[in-house]
């Protein structure tokens, strides 16, 4: 089977398995960071094949809506990728890179590390941020039942793993406990380039909803 059948037998799997996903973890998704790495790609020296596959199951079963088991999501990739016969070590990086490419509240540690990693997780962040980032905020947000916002409530940009996957705090808290942080991550040129923009883009957003919010316009 060749590389290129491999990809599109992927993307069909995905795409069946994250059918009926929530909107800000659905295909969509998938389909923008596997855009997002293969442009990232473009302006760096790594292997296509493992960033591809990585970026299409990165997200085929997040612990979010797994009863926070981060171990379903790599064990389930690497069962697919052996049905499709891919070399083992290719099957190992793709893994490692499922296990390590989440933010997990800034606390994700590993002795793991590569190229096609910080391309992925490029690639993901980039869709955390700008405005797909926060459609993305508000959508997760509604789907967990979070207020939109409250002024009593400040946010914590400093949290324990298990404080930031449990947290239900209001979705604009959300901004200043992850998505601002994303920009000063950013491993590759090109993804710094692009959050710059996109992190003004949501500096002016919420520099609008604050102004809506007392009533000044």
Do not use: C
Request: charged share 25%; net charge negative; hydrophobic share 35%.
């Amino acid at each position: 089977m060749t590389q290129t059948q491999i990809i599109s037998n992927t993307k069909f799997f995905v795409q069946e398995t994250l059918k009926h996903a929530e909107g800000g973890h659905d295909w969509f998704h998938i389909l923008r960071v596997y855009n997002n790495a293969r442009n990232i790609l473009s302006n760096e020296t790594a292997d296509s094949f493992v960033v591809e596959l990585a970026s299409l199951l990165h997200d085929i079963a997040d612990s979010k809506f797994h009863n926070g088991d981060e171990e379903i999501g790599p064990q389930k990739a690497k069962a697919f990728l052996k049905t499709q016969s891919v070399d083992s070590k290719v099957v190992n990086h793709v893994v490692n890179i499922i296990k390590n490419v989440s933010y997990k509240g800034g606390h994700s540690s590993s002795d793991f590390h590569s190229i096609e990693l910080d391309i992925v997780q490029d690639a993901d962040r980039l869709d955390a941020i700008g405005a797909i980032g926060i459609a993305r905020t508000f959508n997760f947000g509604g789907f967990k039942n979070n207020p939109i916002y409250d002024p009593e409530v400040q946010p914590n940009p400093i949290q324990s793993k298990e404080e930031y996957k449990k947290s239900n705090s209001p979705t604009i808290n959300h901004f200043y406990e992850k998505l601002l942080l994303l920009k000063d991550k950013m491993n590759t040129k090109t993804a710094k380039k692009i959050a710059a923009q996109r992190h003004e883009f949501m500096e002016d957003y919420l520099e609008q909803f604050y102004k809506e919010w007392n009533g000044k316009l």
